[in-house]
């Protein structure tokens, strides 16, 4: 912890009798207290040269990152969930939808950029989370690659979930009339898992973004570059 943020919360804690400081720091209650104001109470015990007792261990689940190690992992997890969701996508698109595909390839011949899209646009989204992946692998100190990594995973299982909506306008473009229900007719179970997993890793990467940059405005000062202690 810097030692701006341990004066300000010095404040919240400073009129506290050693006795009861002990006790929070004790029973590490971190859905009362957060991490850095527990250690802010270990090290105001440690400025008046009182005893600081042993700390219980915390059983629950705290959103904030304590560590550089932490932050390492994220980061790395973040490759490992691109890769795998980017694999997944293009084997998918390549079995899962291919009799598909070569029936309207053979029906309309010279494809629309709307159909394009539609035949195409899982199998490219599969490779950008691909790509992604590699980029962190070659960047694993940055942590925009959690912000980054986290909007490409949402937009990628929105497009699994939403996409069959793109076959209305693309089949219009043709003279062939679909309704909603037509255009989900043959939509995939693994399909839709695939899609809402990808929404849920992504929105984690987007929070793990925002507790990182958290983590990084409260240890500035230590906090040198994520790829050192691996």
Same mark, same amino acid.
């Given at each position: 912890m810097n030692q701006k943020l341990f004066e300000e919360l010095?404040?919240?804690?400073d009129y506290m009798p050693d006795e009861e400081l002990q006790a929070i720091w004790r029973e590490n209650d971190r859905g009362v207290y957060s991490v850095n104001e527990l250690e802010a109470v270990r090290q105001i015990l440690r400025v008046r040269q009182a005893e600081v007792p042993e700390q219980a261990?915390?059983?629950g689940s705290s959103d904030e990152v304590t560590s550089v190690d932490e932050?390492?992992?994220l980061l790395r997890g973040a490759m490992v969930f691109l890769a795998v969701f980017g694999v997944l996508n293009v084997v998918y698109w390549y079995f899962g939808g291919g009799t598909e595909r070569?029936?309207?390839v053979s029906r309309f011949g010279e494809l629309k950029p709307l159909m394009v899209v539609m035949l195409y646009g899982q199998a490219v989204l599969g490779g950008m989370l691909i790509f992604m992946g590699l980029l962190c692998l070659l960047q694993?100190?940055?942590?925009?690659i959690l912000l980054f990594s986290g909007m490409v995973l949402v937009f990628s299982g929105l497009w699994n979930l939403f996409s069959n909506l793109l076959a209305i306008p693309a089949f219009a473009e043709y003279g062939v009339v679909l309704t909603f229900f037509k255009a989900y007719d043959d939509f995939k179970y693994v *399909?839709? #898992?695939l899609g809402v *997993?990808? #929404?849920r890793w992504g929105y984690n990467q987007l929070r793990d973004f925002f507790r990182v940059r958290k983590f990084e405005r409260e240890n500035s000062s230590?906090?040198?570059g994520f790829n050192s202690p691996r």
């Amino acid at each position: 912890m810097n030692q701006k943020l341990f004066e300000e919360l010095r404040v919240k804690f400073d009129y506290m009798p050693d006795e009861e400081l002990q006790a929070i720091w004790r029973e590490n209650d971190r859905g009362v207290y957060s991490v850095n104001e527990l250690e802010a109470v270990r090290q105001i015990l440690r400025v008046r040269q009182a005893e600081v007792p042993e700390q219980a261990v915390f059983e629950g689940s705290s959103d904030e990152v304590t560590s550089v190690d932490e932050v390492n992992g994220l980061l790395r997890g973040a490759m490992v969930f691109l890769a795998v969701f980017g694999v997944l996508n293009v084997v998918y698109w390549y079995f899962g939808g291919g009799t598909e595909r070569a029936l309207v390839v053979s029906r309309f011949g010279e494809l629309k950029p709307l159909m394009v899209v539609m035949l195409y646009g899982q199998a490219v989204l599969g490779g950008m989370l691909i790509f992604m992946g590699l980029l962190c692998l070659l960047q694993r100190d940055n942590v925009m690659i959690l912000l980054f990594s986290g909007m490409v995973l949402v937009f990628s299982g929105l497009w699994n979930l939403f996409s069959n909506l793109l076959a209305i306008p693309a089949f219009a473009e043709y003279g062939v009339v679909l309704t909603f229900f037509k255009a989900y007719d043959d939509f995939k179970y693994v *399909l839709f #898992v695939l899609g809402v *997993l990808e #929404v849920r890793w992504g929105y984690n990467q987007l929070r793990d973004f925002f507790r990182v940059r958290k983590f990084e405005r409260e240890n500035s000062s230590s906090v040198r570059g994520f790829n050192s202690p691996r």
